[in-house]
C-alpha cells in the first residue's frame, strides 16, 4: 500500500484524471444531447441499445447506474418520441426489453457522442500491451469499487 506524500499525490492526480473524464463525458454527451433535443440519459440509452441490441429494463438500468423507477421514465418519454418500443419476453413474461425504432437508430447513427470517439481515438494510440494492462487495472478497480458500494448499500439498510 502507498503512504509516502509522493505516493498521495499520485493516488490525487489519479483521481482527479479520473474525475476530468467523467466531467468531460457528460458535458459533451448533454451537448451532443441537447442539440437534438434529448437529455443525456436518453441519449446514453439509444447509443447502449444501437451498440448492444434490446436491453431488459434491469440491465438498462444496471448499465446507466440508475433506478428501474428513474430509467421507466426516461423510456417513457422516449416511447412517446417514437424512439423505442417496449416488448415484454416469450420466454419469461416479467421482462421487458427495450428495442429501438427505426427512428431511434437513425438517431443514434446521426449523432456522434464525442466522449465515446475521442476515449475511443486517444485508447487506439496506446500499445497492445498498455491497452491490456490498462483494462486488467480498470477492471480490478471496477470489481472493489463495486464491492465497497455494495458493502455500503449493505450497512445502510
Known amino acids: 500500500m502507498l ?14 484524471t479520473i474525475v476530468y473524464l467523467y466531467t468531460e463525458s457528460r458535458r459533451l454527451t448533454k451537448q451532443a444531447a441537447r442539440e437534438v433535443g434529448l437529455t443525456g440519459p436518453q441519449l446514453t440509452v439509444i447509443k447502449l441499445l444501437d451498440t ?23 423510456i417513457d418519454r422516449m416511447e412517446r418520441e417514437g424512439l423505442v418500443l417496449r416488448e415484454r419476453s416469450t420466454s419469461d413474461r416479467r421482462v421487458v426489453y427495450i428495442r429501438l425504432t427505426p ?7 446521426d449523432v456522434e457522442v464525442q466522449p465515446m470517439e475521442i476515449f475511443r481515438d486517444v485508447l ?34
Request: avoid cysteine.
Open 3 to 16: 503512504q509516502d506524500s509522493d505516493a498521495k499525490a499520485e493516488l490525487d492526480a489519479i483521481v482527479e
Open 52 to 74: 448492444f441490441g434490446d436491453l431488459s429494463l434491469s440491465t438498462l438500468s444496471e448499465r446507466i447506474r440508475a433506478q428501474n423507477s428513474t430509467v421507466t421514465g426516461i
Open 103 to 109: 427512428k431511434g437508430r437513425q438517431l443514434s447513427k
Open 124 to 157: 487506439a494510440t496506446l500499445s497492445r500491451d498498455d491497452t491490456k494492462d490498462l483494462l486488467r487495472i480498470l477492471s480490478k478497480l471496477q470489481k472493489r469499487v463495486r464491492g465497497l458500494v455494495k458493502d455500503r448499500e449493505t450497512e445502510g439498510r
